[in-house]
């Protein structure tokens, strides 16, 4: 290594260093948002750094079983059999693959002339955590919820916090294990978790795995809920509410041009998937990443707060996130406390009754408060409740229904 290079790898270094140190400072932990590992030999496979490595070769039958992939059929995609290709209709990518490609979310490949999810019943990672770490602020309080995720995602977000796993490649997973729907059933049983949770990557990109552990669910008297960015196809989503009891969906931005620039997603279809839902009756809670000069202006907020309100209703919990340097987007700097203040405000004036600020450490923006007597219904300290003044959904204090789902 000659002293140009010895100068790179340094310079490397101390950018790691600087961001480190950035979170370090404008960040601490929340108290009860610990990272509880399940205790069993399917805690997340080994996975090489770095992002998505995808075969140079075509997608075969034999390169998906020999990294022990999954060759399950995918439910929504149309043949064309003329040429042998195939148009995956889960998302509104619409991808047309020819024998052996990969889709956009490199979870989904044309192999011998099928759509196949090469991610089902390959989790990545679980974990045991509390249900508002997702965030769930009015979902079942306090209640354990078994999260799972798998590798891939149909979205590129250059700010994304868990890219280690959205943006990699199945085939970069080692050590991969098949655990069944019925297997993640079991396993919230076993933990006593009430709710199993899709989640850290976009679960859109595992639909088949979602869907059936989702019913299997259900039928054991566990809840789901989902955490993702709603870019899904009218359709499917339709058929999935079904199963589904409680979603967060983040809302990126408010124009299509942002949408564009930092993702390569699209505003419409998420809102259109936030209507389905809506109208299913899954429980919706909405978060929204405010990134400094990019979607932070009282125009953005203001639109976002009106959407909200006129499509899902006052009630609605919102989430104003605090973005933090990450993946390609590490020169940019945490998002200002002042101004995730001034989007609770601003969407507090727009009829909001139930906004909240998140990844900062301040009470009086993550307590519930009735939108009637004003009094504090949810005391929260992080991720742990200190106080519950809500019984059979309505204020102790004055009687008023409170949006949620409390048992």
């Not at 770490?133 to 868990?162: D, E, M, V, W, Y």
């Not at 809302?251 to 389905?276: H, Q, S, W």
């Not at 992080?382 to 229904?401: R, S, T």
Request: include cysteine.
């Amino acid at each position: 290594m000659n002293k140009y290079q010895k100068l790179i790898v340094i310079a490397a270094l101390i950018v790691s260093i600087v961001a480190i140190a950035v979170q370090i400072i404008f960040y601490q932990p929340r108290q009860g948002a610990e990272k509880i590992a399940v205790k069993e030999n399917f805690t997340p496979p080994c996975m090489k750094a770095g992002i998505a490595s995808l075969p140079q070769s075509k997608i075969t039958r034999q390169l998906v079983e020999s990294h022990n992939l999954s060759m399950k059929e995918s439910y929504y995609y149309d043949k064309i059999p003329a040429t042998g290709e195939v148009i995956c209709r889960l998302c509104p990518h619409k991808c047309i693959l020819r024998e052996g490609e990969l889709g956009d979310c490199r979870v989904r490949a044309n192999v011998e002339g099928k759509l196949r999810t090469l991610v089902y019943a390959r989790p990545i990672t679980m974990h045991l955590d509390p249900i508002e770490k997702k965030p769930f602020f009015h979902f079942l309080p306090t209640k354990k919820t078994l999260s799972i995720a798998t590798a891939g995602c149909n979205l590129r977000c250059r700010n994304c916090q868990n890219w280690q796993i959205s943006q990699l490649s199945p085939f970069e997973m080692e050590n991969v294990e098949v655990r069944s729907p019925k297997t993640i059933v079991n396993l919230a049983r076993k933990y006593n978790a009430e709710i199993i949770s899709y989640t850290y990557n976009d679960p859109i990109v595992f639909y088949e795995y979602m869907l059936e552990t989702a019913k299997l669910a259900h039928k054991n008297g566990i809840k789901n809920t989902m955490v993702t960015a709603g870019f899904i196809n009218e359709e499917p989503m339709e058929e999935l509410a079904q199963y589904i009891d409680g979603a967060t969906v983040d809302i990126k931005g408010m124009t299509n041009e942002f949408y564009d620039r930092f993702n390569t997603g699209e505003l419409d279809p998420v809102l259109d998937a936030i209507k389905v839902m809506k109208k299913e009756g899954v429980w919706l809670e909405i978060s929204y990443l405010v990134i400094p000069g990019e979607n932070d202006t009282n125009e953005d907020f203001d639109k976002f707060a009106r959407w909200v309100k006129d499509n899902t209703g006052k009630g609605t919990p919102v989430h104003f996130l605090r973005f933090f340097p990450h993946y390609q987007m590490k020169s940019k700097p945490a998002t200002p406390v002042p101004t995730l203040k001034r989007a609770r405000k601003r969407a507090i004036s727009a009829g909001l009754e139930y906004v909240y600020i998140g990844n900062v450490r301040d009470p009086e923006t993550e307590d519930t408060f009735c939108p009637h007597c004003q009094k504090k219904i949810i005391d929260r300290n992080g991720y742990q409740m200190k106080a519950l003044h809500v019984k059979d959904g309505k204020c102790e204090f004055c009687n008023q229904p409170i949006n949620g789902i409390w048992k």
